[in-house]
């Protein structure tokens, strides 16, 4: 029973404050857009991050705090198939928006070039397009969900072995599982080879920036950061983060569904890393931009 608590606790000090700082960075990014002199690009590409993790918390971390304190069976089978397939879809929009952040930064912050500036002019505009493709793909690859959920109202205790479950999963076949897990495979392994190469090409332009801020001020030249500069520190501080949680989760899934012994402690740690980026991402671009 205290275990039962801590873990409603946390997913309460969690999901809370993840959903309103979320809120917060899109009120005020969506201002600094329609209201600021200059619309960028990384300004509408935040905007849609703080919206997938708000979804992603709304859908996933509320109700398993509910059903944390014992009501397992407040959904009925429509809304339970709602809230699993839109948890996952924001997971997908979670993942391609920040690789997308990634690249978009890198553009960004190249030595100025005729062909990138064409680029640079005209994505803003090509943005929705991105934003249109990443709903439509994630959407699709979420749609087993809608025939394999079911309610933990509508299947016998038997089948429950999770008291702490909401929803239930219907064992489907072993081909369909495949083709799924290949395709979300390919998705996250493709975001992560650009993200890869993104925060490298950033982390080297970022060093030769350090060696002539180094040089100027052995020179005695007042020198300020560009801010192009201290966004791509920022997006670079958020892939850390987004690193860090996403390898963790996948390294603590396989360990767990390697091992036959599964305890509360480990599958809530488990629980904690798949709502741990959405809930922090907001406050560290929070306390880079003030």
Not at 49 to 55: D, S, V
Not at 168 to 180: A, D, L, M
Not at 196 to 224: C, D, E, I, P, T
Not at 275 to 284: D, N
Request: aromatic content about 16%; some cysteine; hydrophobic content about 50%.
């Amino acid at each position: 029973m205290a275990l039962i608590i801590i873990k409603g606790i946390i997913f309460i000090f969690i999901t809370g404050p993840g959903i309103m700082g979320n809120i917060f960075v899109f009120i005020t990014y969506m201002c600094i857009f329609f209201q600021g002199t200059e619309k960028k690009s990384i300004h509408l590409i935040l905007m849609h991050l703080a919206f997938a993790n708000t979804i992603l918390l709304f859908f996933k971390g509320i109700p398993k705090t509910i059903a944390t304190f014992g009501l397992i069976s407040f959904l009925n089978d429509g809304v339970c198939k709602t809230v699993v397939y839109l948890e996952r879809v924001a997971r997908g929009l979670t993942v391609c928006t920040t690789s997308f952040l990634t690249v978009v930064q890198a553009i960004t912050i190249i030595p100025r070039a005729p062909e990138w500036a064409k680029l640079k002019s005209r994505s803003k505009w090509h943005i929705f397009c991105f934003f249109l493709f990443f709903w439509i793909f994630n959407s699709l690859l979420s749609m087993n969900l809608l025939y394999y959920i079911q309610s933990i109202s509508s299947i016998n205790s038997s089948q429950n072995s999770d008291n702490n479950r909401y929803c239930y999963f219907i064992p489907e076949s072993q081909k369909v599982t495949r083709i799924f897990l290949i395709l979300m495979g390919i998705r996250d392994a493709l975001c992560q080879c650009l993200t890869g190469w993104a925060s490298v090409y950033m982390v080297f332009l970022l060093h030769k920036h350090h060696k002539h801020v180094l040089y100027l001020q052995n020179s005695k030249v007042l020198y300020r950061t560009p801010p192009e500069i201290r966004a791509a520190q920022s997006v670079l501080l958020l892939m850390l983060c987004f690193l860090f949680f996403y390898w963790t989760d996948c390294i603590f899934s396989l360990y767990f569904n390697s091992s036959f012994d599964n305890n509360f402690i480990e599958l809530n740690i488990l629980e904690i890393l798949n709502l741990g980026y959405a809930s922090l991402s907001p406050f560290v671009l929070i306390h880079r931009h003030g």
